[in-house]
């Protein structure tokens, strides 16, 4: 049976709070860490809060890796989901100066921020804007607010759909492919957020 929608189990995330922004839209949602059941989605979220090696290392203990990387549907990666959607990420709580291996689903590293003056991590609502026409952010006001949560970011590239100003410029957005990763938590972030998820269920 296809679902409409999966939300990964990936052992690490606050699950319940995507699963319910995406329920009040009205689509067929469910969570599950069952390969068969993931790869049968029409579109998938890969969601994450903490930090990323206790995520990859996670997500490896329940053999998902190759599954998330063969994905050919739409895949949305929220908050440290988009973080992980990269190949590496600076993130390290080893102590060893090597970089955490990521999904490798979209080009890129993941850096600690710098943010001078300013408080870490980045918690609160900020400024979006969209750096090219996407699927993602239509019908989405350009500089409309979203709430962020995040002490490591991935610096605008190529990849980039949209970018927020905390002190430096970094990626708000990414996408490549099957593949869109948002910094911010959609879920948490009112009717621009609520938009997000609705266009998401459309690609």
């Not at 994450?48 to 090696?53: D, N, W, Y």
């Not at 050919?72 to 959607?85: A, D, I, K, N």
């Not at 990414?174 to 938009?195: C, L, M, T, W, Y």
Request: net charge negative.
């Amino acid at each position: 049976m296809t679902t409409s929608l999966v939300i990964v189990d990936t052992g690490c995330a606050n699950i319940a709070s995507v699963k319910f922004a995406v329920q009040r839209l009205g689509i067929q949602v469910i969570v599950s860490d069952e390969l068969s059941v993931i790869s049968k989605a029409q579109r998938v979220i890969l969601p994450g809060v903490g930090s990323a090696p206790a995520a990859m290392a996670s997500i490896e203990n329940k053999r998902l890796t190759a599954c998330i990387q063969s994905l050919t549907q739409p895949v949305l990666g929220v908050c440290l989901g988009m973080q992980l959607m990269v190949d590496a990420s600076q993130e390290n709580t080893m102590g060893n100066n090597q970089d955490t291996q990521c999904l490798g689903l979209i080009p890129g590293r993941v850096v600690k921020m710098v943010a001078h003056d300013l408080t870490l991590p980045h918690m609160g609502w900020n400024r979006v804007t969209s750096v090219k026409e996407n699927l993602l952010f239509e019908d989405i006001d350009d500089g409309a607010h979203f709430y962020f949560v995040h002490g490591y970011a991935v610096p605008e590239y190529e990849y980039t759909l949209a970018t927020c100003q905390y002190h430096d410029r970094f990626s708000a957005a990414i996408h490549k492919d099957n593949f869109f990763g948002v910094q911010f938590h959609p879920e948490r972030s009112s009717g621009a957020g609520a938009q997000l998820l609705k266009n998401f269920s459309r690609i």
